[in-house]
């Protein structure tokens, strides 16, 4: 909410002043005066079209409020002569209302109607329009017959007609100025404020009581009401301006209020009615009266009976509104949580965008819950969810931050803020709540997640925010999970190339773009080659060479990795079973093939496998594919398909080892044959920097020895590296000391040549 305008406190003050005073003058006045008191009026209606006018002007008003504002502030200053006039009349004794006081009353009852034209803002229909004439109709007819017959009679004789007429068309006037206001101001679409408008719509009121009292009231009581009435008209506009100015913020459409138009059709129709049945009862003979109360009769009972139908129109209509809003509900919850899905979270996030407020959003994603899902089945992983809400919910700020399911494991928060030292802290509170173990039926979970972090900038719409948000929580996932990474720009640039490179691999992969190296892997004791891993490499017509480290996560992300994969698997059995051929024993027994994640999920992998073994003539001894730690955790599917090949013959090895999280309890629940030990760790190997990393050298070759599995250390650079690691118990190594990965034929060649002499062991 925008802070009020503090110069509509002046109107305020100034009216609020002036009635005390006139209050105040009423108790200590000369008996004979009955003409200062009336300058109360014009003091206040002038305050009030000061304070309509200002309300006007507020920038952030729409159009059709703005034109409401300026007609109620003419109409205030149409009422300024009248409140002149008062005080004429107060000097010259006239009683009741002459015509030079009616004549402004009328101007400005009119201007405030006209005002009422833009409320609501929607146009109305025109069966609108034809309910509001006849409504007005009504109430007219029967405030003209209640005046011309009940109130003019008992008009005391000294008042001139002139003046009873005027006074008569102003209570008139009152009383449709009540119609029109109060079904304009009952519309639930319009902006102007309603409490505002509950005001402005039974302001008339005051005129109508002080007509019938001018018309036949004491001299006292008219005096009260003449110096009273035009203030309190005054006040109610300058509180209806002061009120809007607090609520320019745009406002969700409210129930109307309760206005006095409501019953006033009835009260027209019924006083007629009994009016009727007064003035027969006194003029008519028997039948007539029975003539006119059987009409009344009639017209009484079409009255009940359609009052009946609009009761029951209106518990329809309830009924219906009813249903729309549950529908609504429905259509902005999550059914499983409860918490507010995707588009009740958008049209939060849009509300507080279109008014400028700070917004940040947090994108929480579960990490790996796709093999919690594959392990407990979709029942109990729903329950994980719920509890993964709840958590959420609870750890939110009330009702300032907005939680909400994306659907699957996906949850977003809506903070309302932009300040970073706060959303750190908020996104730090959220992934430690995700942190702690869940519990569902025998078993515990340690859940964890990637948080993207955006703060909206201004101007940016909900839909790219969350874009961004989605970014910026990949970026979290790639820089290792359960981590949280704040949206930069140059992140969407990073998609855009990424996309780029996605495509132009997948027309590498047409174009025969792509090619393999083989590098060897020695035996480090005999120094002989062992095998050899097939590795990529991308010839990029324009670009050069592009390192796999670039396009095999892209063509992962893609899955391109699919059918790279594939043809990476043919052209390596297809070369092995080459060099066979060629080289005969000299050959090497296996060639190692990288397999991504992505490949091992795909329901046809293993028979793809037994396939290409089967056309290129090889047997399942021929074959090692390298699968990283990751990939073996990543659920039931693909442990399934590395049992089922294991089954096969073909060996496994686990790549990268030791850099993963989970690596020596993987050794027992999956039928691994190879460890290839990290680069990593045989970096700082041979100087013995490190100490843990030498710890966990010396510990996996241990490990391999007593599983009896063999290990191959990788990225052996120096001769130093070669003998630690040889002294450790490592027999097999790779590495650029040996060899880089070299083409097909080189790689051919060095299987035929002597064994290397690898150091001090060989001599
Ligand atoms: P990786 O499977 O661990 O392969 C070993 C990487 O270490 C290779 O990098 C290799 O060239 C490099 N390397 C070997 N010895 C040395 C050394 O002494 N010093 C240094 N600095 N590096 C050494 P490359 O060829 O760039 O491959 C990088 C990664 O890309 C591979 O790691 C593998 O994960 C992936 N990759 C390569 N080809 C394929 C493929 O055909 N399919 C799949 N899915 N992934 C592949
Ligand atoms: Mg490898
Ligand atoms: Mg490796």
Known sequence: MSGSDRALRVPLIVGLATLVAVLAWLGVRDPEDRVWGNLGGTVVLSAAAFACLRVSRQAAALPPVRGFWVLWSFSAAALVPSTIAAMVRGATGVPGMPVYEAVPTLISLTLAMLAFRHVPLVSRTRLDWARLMLDGLAVTAAGAVFFGYVVLNTVPETTAVATQIAAAVVGVGCLLALVVFGKAAVSPEGRVDPVALAVLANAPLVGLIAVVLFLGGTEMGMLLLSVLGYPLVGMAMCVAAHRQSRVLDVQPPRRPRWSIADPLQFVAVTGTAVLVIVV????????????????????????????????????????????????????????????????????????????????????????????????????????????????????????????????????????????????????????????????????????????????????????????????????????????????????????????????????????????????????????????????????????????????????????????????????????????????????????????????????????????????????????????????????????????????????????????????????????V??????????????????????????????????????????GIETLAQLERLRDMGYRYGQGYLMAKPLPADECGDRMAAAPLVLGAAHR
């Not at 710890?695 to 007593?706: G, K, S, T």
């Open 280 to 671: 027969s009862a006194r003029d008519l003979d028997m039948r007539g009266r029975a003539v006119i109360g059987g009409a009344v009769l009639i017209a009484a009972v079409m009255v009940v009976r359609q009052l009946l139908t609009l009761r029951e129109n209106t518990l329809a209509l309830r009924a219906i509104r009813r249903q729309q809003a549950e529908l609504e509900r429905l259509a902005l919850t999550d059914n499983l949580t409860g918490l507010p899905n995707r588009t009740g979270f958008t049209i939060a996030l849009t509300e507080r965008l279109d008014h400028g407020r700070p917004a940040t959003v947090l994108l929480i994603d579960i990490d790996d819950f796709k093999m919690v899902n594959d392990t407990l089945g979709p029942a109990a992983a729903d329950q994980l969810l719920r509890q993964v809400a709840e958590r959420l919910q609870q750890s939110a700020d009330g009702d300032r931050e907005c939680v909400a399911r994306f659907g699957g494991d996906e949850f977003a928060v809506l903070l309302p803020s932009g300040d970073p030292a706060g959303i750190e802290s908020a996104a730090a509170r959220f992934q430690h709540t995700v942190g702690r173990p869940v519990q569902t039926g025998e078993q515990q979970f340690l859940l964890h997640a990637s948080v993207g972090v955006v703060i909206a900038e201004p101007g940016e719409t909900a839909d790219e925010v969350l874009r961004n948000a989605d970014i910026a929580m990949y970026a979290a996932k790639e820089s290792g999970k359960a981590s949280w990474t704040r949206f930069e720009p140059r992140m969407r640039q990073d998609m855009v190339k990424h996309a780029r490179l996605a495509g132009e691999l997948h027309d590498a992969l047409r174009g025969g773009e792509l090619r393999l190296l083989y590098q060897p892997v020695y035996d480090l004791v005999t120094g002989r080659m062992h095998g050899c891993e097939a590795l990529v490499r991308w010839q990029h017509p324009e670009r050069g060479f592009v390192s796999p480290g670039d396009f095999i996560p892209v063509a992962e992300r893609s899955g391109l990795i699919v059918p790279l994969g594939a043809w990476v698997l043919r052209e390596a059995c297809t070369q092995l079973a080459r060099w066979q051929e060629r080289l005969g024993d000299q050959a090497v027994e296996a060639v190692n093939v990288n397999v991504a994640v992505r490949q091992l999920r795909e329901a046809g992998f293993v028979d793809e496998v037994a396939a290409v073994l089967s056309e290129t003539g090889l047997t399942p001894r021929n074959l090692i594919l390298e699968v990283t730690e990751s990939s073996v955790v990543d659920g039931p599917r693909v442990a399934e398909a590395l049992q089922d090949l294991h089954e096969m013959g073909v060996r496994l090895a686990l790549d990268d080892f030791g850099t993963g999280q989970s690596s020596l309890s993987l050794l027992r629940a999956f039928p």
């Open 673 to 714: 044959d190879v460890l290839k030990l990290d680069k990593s760790f045989v970096d700082g190997i041979a100087d013995g920097a490190d100490r843990g990393r030498l710890a966990v050298a010396a510990a996996v070759a241990q490990l391999v020895e007593h599983l009896d599995l063999k290990a191959v250390a990788e």
